[in-house]
């Protein structure tokens, strides 16, 4: 209409999805008097009178749902360098209780092309220049237990066989729900928040972004485990979570001759995060999530700090003599030591007081965090007439790894060594890191700065040099094409740790912990591309 033009869009969708499985097996009867199964078609089935029935099973697994939702959307331009869109939905899914399984969710954006107002002409830097932002709230209707495991029915638990009910003197086989049902479970919503810049400059060489995002989890769709409390399990809205931080990406396009182009891109990500609040259904230990030798190794997930940080004793040095323990504050009510162990900071007492003259559980604090400060990567491409050359680099910066391994898993005893226990503490003034080298010593197995390692590191991910054999000497041949290339991924990594990768995955609130994992191998290929 004019200057003005507008977009509209409206619709309806319905989603369905279905997994019906059955599955079987049996084994070959076996002894003296057994015939093998025969090889035909007419006997291959589960139950074909030549099985072992101790071997022979089936199972069955299903699931299924369903979502339903109206949504629409507008686009609106004025004199294409104004912009504004806004879209609406509503959503319902079997996942969740009827009182709550619809929910309407909605997005506003606006953005302004700045290149094409009057005051931008003439200026010969930008080719295009725009401002944009957004504001809108998505949802979740999936849940999954804390180590990963998809629930098929978040509203609808699944039977667990196993029990028996008494009544009179007869026991009955019995089946009870996995966790208590939730009449009250909504929807997982994340309010998210965005404003950005975008540009193209010097004859469109240089292409920028830059944004600024924050996003809010409302009603986080927690499983809480309470099986070690001797209580059923739930499923609820456990809370909420905030991310937020800045993107940047720019990329570089130079034809530097005819024969000869250069391409450079990078990116880089800052990310926080930041626990608002949690459930009171959530119990300590599900906040507090403990791995070997009873809570040596400790994640925590409160209120006010990151998701999963790492949580401990912040060690002083080592006891170098008898009179330096005497010296220092008391420790026996963790475990007994000696000189050669290592010695933790007297940090609060009870209720958050200051130091207290001793060492105990109260003396644990935030020692590290898993999530990086930053993340980067970028790439350099040059090709020559047929010849090409590619790197890509990709990096983590600010974020701290938990080692247990050669600290917390018996690393004391007569075994094999990691290198550095070559500098471990042996009499008084040799080490004041590296505790002393010994089975028994089991103070030393309480989760402190002593396992907390640098994560950041910086990996040559991937290098290509490749030729294309021009056409002209092809097209007497039939071939229209043909690419010879070598390729060699994670050439080479840049870390600070001990252990042989820096990264580490988990689940959603415990995470970054080396337990010996395994390295990333360097992956070198010779290639042969051929088009007919």
């Given at each position: 209409?004019?200057?003005?033009?507008?977009?509209?869009?409206?619709?309806?969708?319905?989603?369905?999805?279905?997994?019906?499985?059955?599955?079987?097996?049996?084994?070959?009867?076996?002894?003296?008097?057994?015939?093998?199964?025969?090889?035909?078609?007419?006997?291959?089935?589960?139950?074909?009178?030549?099985?072992?029935?101790?071997?022979?099973?089936?199972?069955?697994?299903?699931?299924?749902?369903?979502?339903?939702?109206?949504?629409?959307?507008?686009?609106?331009?004025?004199?294409?360098?104004?912009?504004?869109?806004?879209?609406?939905?509503?959503?319902?899914?079997?996942?969740?209780?009827?009182?709550?399984?619809?929910?309407?969710?909605?997005?506003?954006?606006?953005?302004?092309?700045?290149?094409?107002?009057?005051?931008?002409?003439?200026?010969?830097?930008?080719?295009?220049?725009?401002?944009?932002?957004?504001?809108?709230?998505?949802?979740?209707?999936?849940?999954?237990?804390?180590?990963?495991?998809?629930?098929?029915?978040?509203?609808?638990?699944?039977?667990?066989?196993?029990?028996?009910?008494?009544?009179?003197?007869?026991?009955?086989?019995?089946?009870?729900?996995?966790?208590?049902?939730?009449?009250?479970?909504?929807?997982?919503?994340?309010?998210?928040?965005?404003?950005?810049?975008?540009?193209?400059?010097?004859?469109?060489?240089?292409?920028?972004?830059?944004?600024?995002?924050?996003?809010?989890?409302?009603?986080?769709?927690?499983?809480?485990?309470?099986?070690?409390?001797?209580?059923?399990?739930?499923?609820?809205?456990?809370?909420?979570?905030?991310?937020?931080?800045?993107?940047?990406?720019?990329?570089?396009?130079?034809?530097?001759?005819?024969?000869?182009?250069?391409?450079?891109?990078?990116?880089?990500?800052?990310?926080?995060?930041?626990?608002?609040?949690?459930?009171?259904?959530?119990?300590?230990?599900?906040?507090?999530?403990?791995?070997?030798?009873?809570?040596?190794?400790?994640?925590?997930?409160?209120?006010?700090?990151?998701?999963?940080?790492?949580?401990?004793y912040v060690v002083e040095g080592i006891y170098q003599s008898y009179a330096d323990i005497l010296n220092s504050p008391n420790a026996a009510s963790i475990g007994a030591y000696r000189p050669g162990d290592l010695k933790f900071k007297d940090i609060s007492g009870p209720e958050g007081k200051g130091p207290d003259?001793?060492?105990?559980?109260?003396?644990?604090?935030?020692?590290?965090?898993?999530?990086?400060?930053?993340?980067?990567?970028?790439?350099?491409?040059?090709?020559?007439?047929?010849?090409?050359?590619?790197?890509?680099?990709?990096?983590?910066?600010?974020?701290?790894?938990?080692?247990?391994?050669?600290?917390?898993?018996?690393?004391?005893?007569?075994?094999?060594?990691?290198?550095?226990?070559?500098?471990?503490?042996?009499?008084?003034?040799?080490?004041?890191?590296?505790?002393?080298?010994?089975?028994?010593?089991?103070?030393?197995?309480?989760?402190?700065?002593?396992?907390?390692?640098?994560?950041?590191?910086?990996?040559?991910?991937?290098?290509?040099?490749?030729?294309?054999?021009?056409?002209?000497?092809?097209?007497?041949?039939?071939?229209?094409?043909?690419?010879?290339?070598?390729?060699?991924?994670?050439?080479?990594?840049?870390?600070?740790?001990?252990?042989?990768?820096?990264?580490?995955?988990?689940?959603?609130?415990?995470?970054?912990?080396?337990?010996?994992?395994?390295?990333?191998?360097?992956?070198?290929?010779?290639?042969?591309?051929?088009?007919?």
């Amino acid at each position: 209409f004019g200057d003005h033009s507008v977009t509209a869009t409206a619709g309806f969708t319905t989603y369905y999805f279905s997994n019906f499985n059955r599955t079987g097996k049996s084994s070959q009867a076996t002894g003296l008097t057994a015939l093998p199964i025969p090889d035909d078609s007419r006997f291959w089935y589960i139950t074909n009178g030549f099985q072992d029935p101790a071997t022979t099973s089936s199972s069955s697994s299903q699931s299924e749902y369903s979502t339903v939702s109206y949504l629409a959307r507008v686009l609106y331009n004025y004199k294409g360098k104004y912009f504004l869109n806004g879209s609406f939905r509503d959503d319902a899914s079997s996942r969740l209780p009827e009182a709550n399984r619809h929910q309407k969710f909605w997005a506003i954006g606006a953005a302004w092309e700045l290149g094409k107002e009057e005051f931008m002409q003439g200026q010969q830097i930008f080719d295009y220049l725009k401002l944009k932002g957004s504001v809108g709230v998505l949802g979740n209707q999936t849940a999954s237990r804390l180590d990963g495991t998809p629930l098929n029915y978040p509203f609808y638990p699944n039977l667990n066989t196993g029990s028996n009910a008494v009544f009179g003197t007869y026991v009955y086989t019995a089946a009870d729900p996995d966790y208590i049902p939730n009449t009250d479970l909504k929807w997982e919503t994340v309010a998210a928040q965005e404003v950005g810049i975008e540009l193209n400059a010097f004859d469109n060489r240089l292409h920028f972004e830059a944004n600024y995002f924050s996003k809010t989890t409302n009603d986080l769709m927690t499983f809480v485990d309470r099986s070690a409390l001797g209580l059923k399990n739930k499923l609820v809205n456990g809370g909420s979570l905030k991310n937020w931080g800045q993107e940047f990406s720019a990329t570089w396009n130079q034809r530097i001759t005819n024969d000869l182009a250069l391409n450079l891109s990078g990116n880089m990500t800052f990310l926080k995060n930041k626990v608002l609040s949690l459930s009171a259904d959530l119990p300590t230990g599900i906040l507090s999530r403990s791995f070997q030798n009873n809570g040596s190794a400790e994640s925590r997930t409160v209120p006010g700090y990151p998701i999963g940080f790492f949580y401990g004793y912040v060690v002083e040095g080592i006891y170098q003599s008898y009179a330096d323990i005497l010296n220092s504050p008391n420790a026996a009510s963790i475990g007994a030591y000696r000189p050669g162990d290592l010695k933790f900071k007297d940090i609060s007492g009870p209720e958050g007081k200051g130091p207290d003259g001793k060492i105990t559980a109260d003396d644990k604090t935030v020692i590290g965090n898993p999530t990086p400060k930053f993340t980067y990567g970028g790439s350099i491409n040059l090709s020559y007439k047929g010849l090409n050359v590619g790197v890509d680099v990709v990096g983590v910066h600010g974020n701290q790894v938990f080692r247990t391994w050669g600290s917390l898993e018996s690393p004391f005893q007569r075994v094999n060594y990691a290198g550095d226990k070559i500098d471990r503490w042996n009499g008084p003034g040799t080490s004041n890191w590296v505790p002393i080298i010994s089975q028994a010593d089991r103070f030393n197995y309480n989760g402190s700065t002593y396992n907390i390692e640098d994560g950041s590191y910086f990996r040559l991910r991937n290098i290509q040099l490749g030729y294309n054999i021009g056409n002209n000497l092809l097209s007497g041949v039939g071939i229209r094409s043909l690419r010879v290339f070598v390729n060699v991924q994670n050439a080479k990594t840049w870390k600070n740790n001990l252990g042989y990768t820096p990264e580490f995955a988990g689940d959603a609130t415990a995470f970054g912990y080396d337990n010996a994992g395994g390295a990333i191998p360097m992956v070198s290929t010779v290639g042969l591309n051929v088009t007919f």
